[in-house]
Structure formats: C-alpha cells, structure tokens
C-alpha cells in the first residue's frame, strides 16, 4: 500500500492553467494523448487532442452493480475514482489482426495485419492500473515467448499517472498493495490538489523522459506545506477504502476449497455474462477466429478477447472441460487469487473494483473470499462440480 508520497524524491507543483503545456509537449513529442472523457454516461479512456476533453467537474458514484455520473462542487479533472475501460484495450486490443489475405492471379498475398501502433502517452493511470500494466507484461513479454504485438504497443508508453484522492465504494487497493498512490512504474505522477481558489498538480518524477517533459513544462518546487496537503489526501484516501480482503492465507484457503458448495451458490446468482472479465484489467484470455468474404477472395485473421465464463472458452474435442457454471466461476476466482501466484509469483487482481461495479447479478468478490476466509473447506473428497 502507498499512501505517501516519496520523501526521497524532489516534488514539484504545475499549476492548472498551465497543465495544457503538458499536452503540447507530448503532442509535439509525437504522442498520441489517452486519458479520461465523458460519454454515454460514463468516464472512459479516449484519444485526447487537449485538457477541455477532461471530465472537468465531475466524479463518478459506484455500488454493486450502480455506476452514476455526479457534478462536484469544484473543478477538477481527476476527481473521480476509475471508469469501466481499463488500459489494456490500448496495449491488447478487443479485435486485433493478425494478418490478412488476399487472392492475386498469383496466388495468396499475405499481408502482415494492421500499421504499426501510435506512440501512446496515459493521461491518468490510477496507481492499481500500473499494477495491472505489471501483471500484464509478465503475461505478454516477460516469458518465454513474447507477444510482438503488444511489445510493439508497450516500448513507446509515456505515463502520467494520478494519485488517488477520491475512491469507489468498490475499491480495495489497500488490501491487494495496490494503492491508491503509485510507488513506480510512471514517467510523473500527478496528485492533484483544490485547495480554496488554488488548483494544482504535486508532480514526482519517475524517469529520464518524465523529467526530459516536466523541463518543458512551466514549474517549481513544492513546498513543506504542499506536500504536507499532498500526503493528507493519499492518507485520506486510504483510510476512506472500507472494503478489505484478507490475502495472507487466500491461496491455500481457496486451494482447499475446490469442492465447496458455495461455488453452487455463487452459480446460482452468477449469469456467466462474462462482464466482470472484460473491465478487469489483469484479464488475458483470447480466441483467434478466422474470416473470408463471400467470394473466398480475402481473408483475415484476428485476436479477439474471450472470457473464461464462455462456455466454448473451454473446448477441447468433445466438449468444454468446464461446462458448469460454478467450474467457470471457481476457474476465474481461482486464477486472480491462487494459481495466478504459481505462474507470475503475484494475485492477478489489483483491487480496482470494477468487476463489482459492473457485474449485473451485484457479486461481490471481496463478499465472496471473505466468505472462503470465514468458512473453510477441509475435505475434499467430495465429489467435483
Ligand atoms: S460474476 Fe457477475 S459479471 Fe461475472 S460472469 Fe457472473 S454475473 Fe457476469
Ligand atoms: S478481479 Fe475485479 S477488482 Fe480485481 S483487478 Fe479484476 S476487475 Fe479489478
């Protein structure tokens, strides 16, 4: 958990009217800009030409299963706690081709897919995102074999991130060492302050290039009593995250748990929708699906994101291995919150509370661990789901 700032670090203050030179310098740079915008009743991550783009002003409310828009009393641009997207629709695209085809009087031209992918810079990665990014390179590129796509996508990133002052009902950072402050993994890292008629960035430099981009940038040192302010909001912020998972002995618990009936009851309330996979940011599971036109003379081939809540996720010849609703859910919690240690030495969740907030059925995994914690399950010799 980081709710401090890092007292080894020199902290600089960029004020409000001149956050716009932030976007010049990046646009100049040759970055595309990704931040936060609203639309269709939300706060999601677009491309964006300028600061009028930011959701100035509001904040969002989120409950299971309730997201709503609310006006603040001030002006800020990051106040709010984080939007249904996630990042990694930047980096590992919904639709991804692979490659395409086309059918010459010389035969097929193969052609090796899309052009190559902008120069992102994040705008407003929220400290438990940078986690995810982690969790996601380890996946993509840190093994054996790398994904050239996503590489290709990852090398470039400038990220600006922002430290948490307001937090979701949902959140619980705290409890998986993920937030609401960022410890690394950013180029600056911005906690934005309204102090009465004061509005302010409390700027950290991460890197070379971070402190090559802040150079350009009109600014100057803070003082005691702004990063006195600074470190007051991230404290507030943690101590204001009431959910909390106990993750000492979740592993082993949840290990032992395999054959337990609550994944019947869990089932029994889950659609197998699939939602909380596709706003989890940590999530990884694709299929590749091949098309043709009509006259057979082009084809193309493309990565699309999956869920483990398919039932086809599963297929192999004769069947899904996991044709149970309660084996899809157990597979998903599983994963996050135990197997997921074998493979990357980590928990594959990052406490962002999205799956809470965006699950129809209003499941709760915090709910749903505790309930693991409070009630285990020593035998397992009962039979399987
Ligand atoms: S837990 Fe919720 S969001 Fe996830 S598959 Fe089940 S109903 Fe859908
Ligand atoms: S499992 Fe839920 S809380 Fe954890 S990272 Fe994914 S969406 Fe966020």
Redesign the pocket.
Known sequence: MNSNLNANKDLHIVRREDLPQLFNILIKDGHQIVGPTLRDGAIVLDVLEGVAELPLGWTDEQDKARYRLVKRKDEALFGYSCGPQTWKKFLFPPDHILFKADKTRHGWRIDAGENAPPKFAFLGMRA?DIH?LTELDKVFIAGEYQDSAYLERRENIFIISINCSVVGN?C?CTS?GSGPGAASGYDLALTEIIDGDLHYYLIEVGSEKGEEVLGEIKHRTASQEEIRKGNELLTAAAQAISLKVDTEKLPKILKKSVEHPRWKEIASRCLTCGN?TM?????FCSTVQDYTDLRGSQASRLRKWDSCFNIEYSYIHGGSVRYSSEARYRQWMMH?FASWIDQFGSF?????????TWCPAGID?TEELRFFCQNPLLDTTAKSA
């Open positions: 438990c995810a949902n619980f998986m909380c706003v989890c940011p940590t999530c996050k594959g969740c990052v406490g962002c509370g999205r799956c809470i995994v």
